[in-house]
């Protein structure tokens, strides 16, 4: 079975330039994450979905940061425009949902450098 | 979710036991205990979770206290691919806004 897959794995871009990271979870899965990690620090939430409701985006920069996740399967974080403190490494993760113990599963990560 | 606190860092000799502390002293009793861990350049790989019990799975081990403020998990015969940073997490079912920290850093040594 395929893991959560992400795209790209690594981006370089100039400020004030957009930037969109996919993600695709694992099949099955109605909860998606999306995490930012900055170096030397553990992932930060920035939202999370219950299959397509965005239910917890109060750590998502809304002026410039937007996701969906159509359907309620992949889903697409983009930031327009890119600033300099944007460069981390943007995770994408998903779980089964429901209550209960609940383990996330991690893509690789996108990896943004902004110049 | 209650908020963990781990060392910074541990060294642990190739082939002996890792023993990695986390403390949870404001865990409420709905919140499971979970172990992650990330290897450089990868996202955080899921380890062990556990709500009351010890646990153990082909991985590692789970001791949690009867108190359940403390737990401590353990990697059996440490190997030099086990060097990663181990975050420790609190949280309750269905509710996923997981807090990471920034874990412990261990450096299996030859």
């Known amino acids: 079975e395929a893991g959560v897959v992400q795209s790209p794995r690594y981006k370089i871009i100039e400020k004030k330039q957009p930037v969109a990271f996919w993600c695709n979870p694992i099949?099955?899965?109605?909860?998606l994450y999306w995490y930012r990690q900055n170096l030397g620090q553990g992932p930060e939430l920035l939202i999370r979905?219950?299959?397509?409701?965005?239910?917890?985006d109060s750590q998502l920069p809304k002026d410039r940061f937007s996701a969906e996740r159509l359907k309620g399967v992949d889903s697409t974080l983009k930031i327009q425009p890119a600033e300099l403190g944007d460069s981390a490494v943007y995770l994408c993760?998903?779980?089964?949902?429901?209550?209960?113990?609940?383990?996330?599963?991690f893509g690789a990560g996108s990896r943004l450098t902004v110049l | 979710d209650a908020k963990t606190t781990q060392p910074t860092s541990m060294d642990c000799a190739e082939g002996r036991a890792a023993n990695l502390p986390c403390n949870h002293s404001?865990?409420?009793?709905?919140?499971?205990v979970y172990w992650y861990r990330q290897i450089h350049s990868q996202g955080p790989q899921y380890i062990i979770h556990g709500l009351k019990n010890n646990e153990t799975n082909e991985m590692a081990s789970l001791i949690i206290t009867e108190d359940r403020k403390s737990s401590t998990l353990i990697l059996p015969h440490a190997t030099l691919r086990d060097t990663a940073v181990y975050y420790c997490i609190a949280m309750s079912g269905g509710y996923q806004k997981v807090t990471f920290g920034t874990g412990t850093k261990l450096q299996v040594i030859p």
């Open positions: 979905y219950e299959n397509e409701e965005a239910v917890d």
């Open positions: 993760a998903s779980s089964p949902g429901g209550t209960g113990a609940n383990v996330l599963t």
């Open positions: 099949s099955g899965h109605n909860t």
């Open positions: 404001t865990i409420s009793g709905n919140e499971y």
